[in-house]
């Protein structure tokens, strides 16, 4: 039997985890009683809800304390998508800017249930640890915990120390510190995020069944970290599946990755492999 063999299992479940995304709705605060309004239209500080622009009924110079706020609602920002792809496919320079651009936007709604601070925080934080940023690394992640105080250190911070980590250190020992946050017991984006860029220190090992099987324990094992960490592992992983001549397996995969790449880089990166299977 192929020691890559098992690997196949995962298939089914990557894909059965690849849906269409939605259409973006703009995001909103809402109060206990049900009103909304646009986060755009709201400041937060000192644990009150200010009002600065006119929306909803709202008028400026309102203010309301924060325990009135319930959650936020509405679509995650577009531009997440393709900002963690192109922190996926190396291209930091382009995915800082818009996760910056995000954070900023809504820093307001970091504390209340719903937010999309955090998700961008988080994406930020690893490819500032990507690019071996460790000072806006290391402030980033106690924001985040910051906003976070129940769980103390938030495990991204791990994360972001583990990526940090020079090439001085070893691939074994940089290695072995991704593996530890692939456990059950870490969330899943988390596992996910550690999972896609452990394979890549596997491969540079030449250890090709474990690299394989690190990318596809993202959409089988860790799916609800993100569709698009997803389809970014599915991709790279049909790259080493077509190198060992499984081509239809390849192409089940590329085909999976674009059910949910709309607005990314990863829809050209998928079509081009698709093409080269041809």
């Given amino acids: 039997m192929s020691p890559i063999t098992p690997i196949t299992r995962l298939l089914p479940i990557a894909l059965a985890f690849s849906v269409a995304p939605l259409g973006a709705e703009p995001v909103q605060l809402v109060f206990q009683n049900g009103r909304s309004i646009p986060i755009s239209a709201v400041d937060i500080a000192q644990d009150k809800v200010l009002i600065k622009s006119a929306a909803e009924g709202f008028s400026p110079g309102q203010s309301f304390p924060l325990q009135a706020v319930d959650h936020i609602f509405g679509d995650r920002p577009p531009e997440m998508n393709q900002a963690i792809a192109l922190i996926l496919f190396e291209k930091q320079s382009e995915a800082i800017p818009l996760l910056e651009s995000l954070v900023a936007t809504h820093r307001v709604s970091a504390k209340i249930p719903g937010n999309f601070w955090l998700e961008s925080a988080r994406a930020l934080l690893v490819s500032y640890a990507l690019t071996g940023d460790s ?80 990318l596809l324990a993202v959409p089988g094992l860790h799916s609800s970290g993100g569709l698009i960490l997803n389809a970014a592992a599915e991709i790279l992983a049909a790259d080493m599946l077509a190198a060992l001549n499984r081509r239809d397996e390849a192409g089940l995969l590329i085909q999976s990755a674009l059910r949910v790449t709309q607005g990314t880089i990863l829809t050209d990166e998928a079509n081009k492999r698709l093409e080269s299977l041809k």
């Avoid at 510190?177 to 540079?204: C, G, I, N």
């Fill in 135 to 214: 000072a806006r690394c290391t402030q980033l992640g106690k924001d985040i915990s910051d906003a976070t105080p129940a769980q103390g250190s938030d495990p991204f911070v791990s994360l972001g120390k583990a990526l940090l980590m020079p090439e001085s250190t070893g691939l074994e020992e940089r290695d072995t510190s991704l593996k530890d946050l692939t456990t059950d017991e870490m969330p899943a984006d988390v596992a996910a995020y550690a999972s896609f860029f452990r394979a890549k220190l596997l491969k540079q090992q030449k250890k090709t069944p474990e690299a394989l099987h690190s």
